[in-house]
């Protein structure tokens, strides 16, 4: 049972243009959200995220929006650039800080910033 | 300032050997996560350690164990190792009193023939 869904296996957009990519959780117990991006060969690396007290957060060019009703977060990148061409997860954790803290995520969206 | 650094990049086992993997947390972090990324999938917790204690667990068979030492690296064994094994095992670590982001390692990719 997957609790977190990342729906789009893949996105393509154009450079100056938004990327908007989306991310669906089931476990009305998750109170923190994360985006990471992942360039291969490389390690996951943390983007920006956001609490369950807020609806939106704000980072440069990235903003990270949670519809709570909806159990629904979007990640909007604007404007997009041909280096933000990586595979993007989105992860939910239920008990932020403490010893038990444990991330669940997505199967990731690859996007691709078209020049 | 290192990040987290694991060990080693690549290795290939055959079924039924048993591997080792390392990994040294980012200074100032004193929990270690182990994640699991199987191709096409997102990574998946195995297990975490904090103070040398098995903090939480995930849904992965008693094939897996770990250790975490002083000095807050750890390890993550795999005995008898299955095809279905082969993946990207991600490292990471976090201060554990109140951080709410993982810092990751690179991972080390194991290959069982």
């Known amino acids: 049972d997957q609790q977190v869904k990342q729906n789009s296996p893949s996105l393509s957009v154009q450079e100056g243009r938004i990327s908007i990519l989306n991310c669906d959780y089931t476990n009305s117990m998750f109170d923190y959200f994360l985006w990471y991006k992942k360039y291969p060969a490389e390690g996951p690396t943390f983007l920006i995220s956001i609490s369950s007290i807020k609806d939106k957060n704000e980072d440069g060019r990235f903003t990270v929006f949670l519809n709570k009703s909806a159990k629904h977060l979007s990640l909007h990148i604007v404007p997009s650039q041909p280096g933000d061409s990586a595979v993007y997860f989105c992860a939910a954790s239920s008990n932020s800080g403490g010893s038990n803290y444990k991330l669940t995520f997505g199967k990731g969206t690859l996007l691709t910033v078209n020049p | ?113």
């Open chain 2, 1 to 113: 300032d290192a990040g987290v650094t694991q060990s080693p990049t690549h290795l290939i086992k055959t079924r039924g050997q048993q591997v080792t993997l390392r990994c040294s947390p980012k200074s100032g972090h004193d929990t270690v996560s182990w994640y699991q990324q199987a191709l096409g999938q997102g990574p998946q917790f195995i297990f975490q350690y904090y103070e040398e204690e098995e903090r939480q667990r995930g849904n992965f068979p008693d094939r897996f164990s770990g250790h975490q030492f002083p000095n807050y690296s750890s390890e993550l064994n795999v005995n008898a190792l299955l095809l279905g094994d082969s993946a990207l095992y991600l490292c990471a670590s976090r201060w554990g009193s109140g951080a709410n982001v993982l810092t990751f390692g690179a991972g080390s990719r194991l290959t069982v023939l």
